[in-house]
């Protein structure tokens, strides 16, 4: 599994580097459906590449951004303001008696203060910071995709909806943002060999077991434990992730664009680590061939997994 990503979020490099335009109605519509109540995450720097706007649509999107701040940075205030009297109360409590319910309370709101400050802080925050950039499944990302035969710049949810299926699928199959090879052919049928997509990833995470990763069985009376691993390309470069997307509608909710990533055995150095599944990078050239699949040749699209990008995942334990 592909549990979470530090992507390309600045639809800039794109462009520089496939000649690809930006879906701006699709953005657009977008970061409307987020001010006016949707679920819809995204990272930051996805925000950050438009606070230079260079078109009007691009202005209108910025002005879209700015007022959903504007409303996160108010709700916040307010949530700061709350937690910050629960401290207090709680704290005055334990001055004269320490009890359980106080000093939960105490420990809640000094964590939630402290979470409240840093998003206040990535809101006015400029100077980007890798957290920005990193997606986790539900979170939006811009998804490479091809479109009337020409590259086109989309943003997608991490966790792919495919057409025609329940919503409930989100729930109930919640690991649909990766692809499993070996199942190409079977959940994912209805989108692989017609819609294909690419994502640009510099370092991707996954959960694995201590022990695992230590390359040991567990002690007697020794719980199992997760950590999270951090997994480098070296050499260091941006992959080409192949993916896989769909366009759900139901004519009444609005409209979803939604991947998953596809992944496949691992090398022998990320099964060392302790995981069991890793993402395929396309090689660079062939990149427009897998935008452009042929589904009545999927042994073409099979090849070009085959052909893959192979750098060697050099590892560490996520900070």
Known sequence: MCYSALVEADFRQYVKMFGAHLDLAEFE??????????????????????????????????????????????????????????????????????TKAATESQRIATDKIATVLRRLEDISRTTPKDRDSRIFPGVYAPVLVMEDGKPVIKPMRYQCRIAGKPAAYDVKYPGTYNARRDNLEGFWKPVFGRSHGILLVDVFYENVKRHRMEGRTLREGEAEENVVIEFNPNPSHQMHVACLWSKWSNGKDPDLLSFAAITDEPPPEVVAAGHDRCIVPVKPENVEAWLQPNAANLAAQYALLDDRDRPYYEHRLAA
């Open 29 to 98: 519509r977008l970061m409307r459906g987020r001010l006016e109540g949707s679920r819809v995450k995204l990272p930051k720097a996805v925000d950050d590449a438009f606070a230079t706007p260079a078109t009007d649509a691009e202005a209108r999107i910025k002005a879209l951004v700015d007022e959903y701040n504007a409303q996160q940075k108010t709700q916040l205030e307010q949530e700061l303001f709350k937690q910050r009297a629960r401290l207090a109360d709680a704290e005055r409590t334990l001055q004269t008696k320490v």
